[in-house]
């Protein structure tokens, strides 16, 4: 959907709570305190108030969903969503502020809900015979406190001066070969900065994929236990190839720089607490970027 198509199917905040009845019960609203289907849309208070005749309660049609406590114009919510799928690297809180108008604040927030409601993905059905898997490192935000080597109260890590604010969480990352469909977790990073052990990227690659898989990695040691886990491993020496015949990670990683681009251009930096949900945005977008229906998708997925 280009932005003249967004534009004509919501002209106004009524042509999105229509486009959402339908939806959502299609077609055919029912009071979500009784379930009586006796119920008329109170135009005159606010277009997302509808009034049951039953039991007399009023509710929003929203109830429920990422625009449920929102005051913001609903035209200007559907704007943000097309913006924010239609970025390949998402959009800011101070992009999104100046492009519809509203605080930043507002912004910031709306970015937020839309990206959980872009979480969750289902893939169980996705990954089937041939995946990538790969691990890459995102810088997070330089920790309140580190100014510098002489800041007081932190005297204690001297020995750990390379180390600081340069803390990076890694992430796991599986991708199908086949569909291209893409799974990514945020892992716990190791005391003492160590590397990832094969028993953490086998539990996530174990979300997505059954025993049996053929998986391509590079020639991180860690991944040495796939092959006593019952999948086919196929590695590359990225010290000396970047690919052995079919073998490579090279999707994956076309993934990776999709997401640094994000967080490093766009994002600049992110905290580790809210990592896995910019992860999530990125997977969602990557998933769905030749998926013509992205949109509708997103707006099921906005109801909790
Ligand atoms: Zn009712």
Redesign the pocket.
Known sequence: MNFLQLQKKFPNEKSVVDYFVNMRYQGVPA?L????IA?YHREDKSHKVFQ?M??N?SFSIFKGTIFENSSTDLTKWMYAIHLFLNGKKGISGLQLMREIGVTYKTAWRMLKQIRLAMGDEDMKTYFETIVEIDETYVGGKPRKGNKGRNDNGDNTDSKNKRGRGTKKTPVVGVIDRDNKKVHAKVALPNKDGKKLTGKQLLSILNEVTKAGATVMTDEFRSYNILSSNGFIHLKVDHTKEFAVGATHTNNIESFWATLKRGVYGIYHSISVKYLQQYVNEFCFRYNNRKNGEMFDLLMVKTIR
């Open positions: 009071c305190h009784c379930g009586s119920v049951c039953d039991c309660n």
